[in-house]
């Protein structure tokens, strides 16, 4: 079974400045797609950014940037020039089919 | 364009009752999958349908769970006999058509609001 795993409960930053976070997943699968989702206290997932397990190359989109190392089982996600608006829950999800499987979670503060 | 909307977006039952949750996909939208988001958990899958049939419902938890998506369209999600460990947020997703594997060709998750339920 497909396993993901987000060792850090609780991350804080201030305004402008960088956070990393991180995740890890166990799977036997040779092609997937990886993904960070933010949930703000609305409740609905939004998708912050994906990466497809074949390339090579880290995603990126705006302020928000991947490390993903396949050897390693490990898909990161760096956010720059926090802002107050980040200050959500970040779940790391992994696909290979049609259903998600998701990690357990790290609630980001952003404090002015 | 309207997204995923769920209703209620709040329900609060007693232990034993029937509940019915609601999810209007995104307009044509073929695949809708529901997940269950327990306390300071991610969310786990539960049940997918392509079009009306349940293309995959592995993660039902026991027979007291039971969705429908009659007309390709809407779906209900059906608990019997509730128990305090059925409360959790109840989310739905949709996405224009089956999210499996294809290369460099996802077909994302659209995600609604969620149910919260409360069983006392």
């Known amino acids: 079974a497909q396993t993901v795993t987000q060792s850090q409960p609780e991350m804080s930053v201030q305004e402008a400045e960088t956070v990393t976070l991180s995740c890890t997943y166990d799977t036997s699968e040779s092609n997937y797609y990886l993904f960070w989702y933010k949930q703000p206290p609305s409740r609905q997932m939004i998708l912050v950014i994906r990466q497809e397990a074949y390339k090579q190359q880290n995603a990126t989109e705006n302020r928000f940037s991947v490390n993903f190392q396949k050897a390693a089982k490990s898909f990161s996600l760096k956010i720059s020039d926090s802002q107050l608006g980040d200050t959500a829950m970040y779940f790391c999800?992994?696909?290979?089919?049609?259903?998600?499987?998701f990690g357990g979670g790290t609630r980001v503060l952003v404090k002015p | 364009g309207a997204g995923v909307s769920q209703t209620p977006s709040n329900k609060v039952t007693e232990k034993g009752k029937y509940v019915e949750l609601r999810c209007d996909p995104i307009s044509g939208h073929t695949a809708l999958y529901w997940y269950r988001q327990s306390l300071g958990q991610g969310p786990e899958f539960l049940i997918y349908f392509q079009g009306t049939g349940a293309a995959d419902d592995s993660g039902l938890p026991n027979d007291r769970f039971f969705a429908v998506r009659p007309e390709g369209s809407v779906s209900t999600l059906k608990i019997q006999r509730t128990e305090r460990g059925d409360s959790a947020v109840y989310l739905c997703?949709?996405?224009?058509?089956?999210?499996?594997?294809?290369?460099?060709?996802?077909?994302?998750?659209?995600f609604g609001p969620g149910t919260r339920l409360t069983v006392l």
């Open positions: 997703a949709s996405s224009p058509r089956a999210s499996g594997y294809i290369l460099g060709a996802y077909n994302e998750q659209f």
């Open positions: 999800a992994w696909a290979a089919g049609n259903k998600l499987t």
